[in-house]
């Protein structure tokens, strides 16, 4: 998968690059918007690593620009995490945003998690398990027929376990790949809570079936 990451710190570029590639991502980086512009306009990737503050403008004209090209994933890279700049970024379509100073791992996992959801946004939308249908399109979970409501972690740690079917996961790859509404990680004893108290309270079978 090609990456483009628009980021104007050279030590910051240097390790995303790195970082990235060995995780085995092919790697456009640019360091302005007019230089990020020319590249969009001939190359289409699979995510874009959007800064938000560059030398000749910000990373929100970028996007603009990709999301008219078609609904492609975004991140935006920041050191302003206030809320406005983050209804800001969503508001133009970005799928997520990682504030500066980040950690390596973390940013892997929100871009593995916003891939998946392209990845399976891509079909009909429709995942089904034994008798649980997923319904990604539109957030919803069935079971037999009848629709369970979840809260948001309930749906992320769903997914994640259905994305891994059939795959033992560790309690830190969970921990990796779960992160709360408000982008804060999700510590082992909230983790254990949803998976004791309410994931296999509803999922007896699911999780038979995974």
Same mark, same amino acid.
């Given at each position: 998968?090609? *990456? !483009?990451?628009?980021?104007? #710190?050279?030590? $910051?570029?240097i390790g995303l690059r790195?970082? /990235?590639?060995?995780?085995? &991502?092919?790697?456009?980086?640019?360091?302005?918007?007019?230089?990020?512009?020319?590249?969009?306009?001939?190359?289409?990737?699979?995510?874009?690593?959007?800064?938000?503050?560059?030398?000749?403008?910000?990373?929100?004209?970028?996007?603009?620009?990709?999301?008219?090209?078609?609904?492609?994933?975004? *991140? !935006?890279?920041?050191?302003? #995490?206030?809320? $406005?700049?983050?209804?800001?970024?969503?508001? /133009?379509?970005?799928?997520? &945003?990682?504030?500066?100073?980040?950690?390596?791992?973390?940013?892997?996992?929100?871009?593995?998690?916003?891939?998946?959801?392209?990845?399976?946004?891509?079909?009909?939308?429709?995942?089904?398990?034994?008798?649980?249908?997923?319904?990604?399109?539109?957030?919803?979970?069935?079971?037999?027929?009848?629709?369970?409501?979840?809260?948001?972690?309930?749906?992320?740690?769903?997914?994640?376990?259905?994305?891994?079917?059939?795959?033992?996961?560790?309690?830190?790859?969970?921990?990796?790949?779960?992160?709360?509404?408000?982008?804060?990680?999700?510590?082992?004893?909230?983790?254990?809570?949803?998976?004791?108290?309410?994931?296999?309270?509803?999922?007896?079978?699911?999780?038979?079936?995974?």
């Amino acid at each position: 998968m090609n *990456i !483009f990451v628009l980021e104007d #710190d050279n030590a $910051i570029g240097i390790g995303l690059r790195y970082a /990235l590639e060995n995780e085995g &991502y092919c790697v456009t980086i640019c360091k302005s918007v007019k230089e990020a512009m020319k590249i969009i306009s001939d190359v289409s990737f699979s995510l874009y690593l959007l800064d938000l503050t560059l030398p000749d403008g910000n990373g929100y004209d970028v996007c603009k620009a990709v999301k008219a090209q078609g609904d492609l994933p975004v *991140i !935006f890279l920041t050191a302003f #995490d206030d809320e $406005i700049n983050v209804v800001t970024g969503f508001d /133009l379509g970005a799928d997520d &945003y990682i504030s500066k100073p980040f950690r390596v791992r973390e940013l892997l996992a929100r871009i593995r998690s916003v891939l998946k959801r392209y990845s399976r946004e891509n079909d009909d939308g429709i995942i089904k398990i034994g008798n649980i249908t997923v319904n990604t399109n539109q957030a919803k979970v069935f079971k037999a027929g009848s629709e369970i409501i979840l809260t948001a972690m309930e749906y992320r740690l769903l997914l994640i376990m259905i994305n891994n079917a059939g795959h033992i996961l560790s309690r830190n790859q969970l921990l990796e790949e779960l992160w709360d509404v408000e982008g804060d990680f999700v510590n082992d004893n909230t983790l254990t809570v949803y998976i004791k108290l309410s994931f296999l309270k509803n999922y007896g079978t699911l999780r038979a079936t995974l």
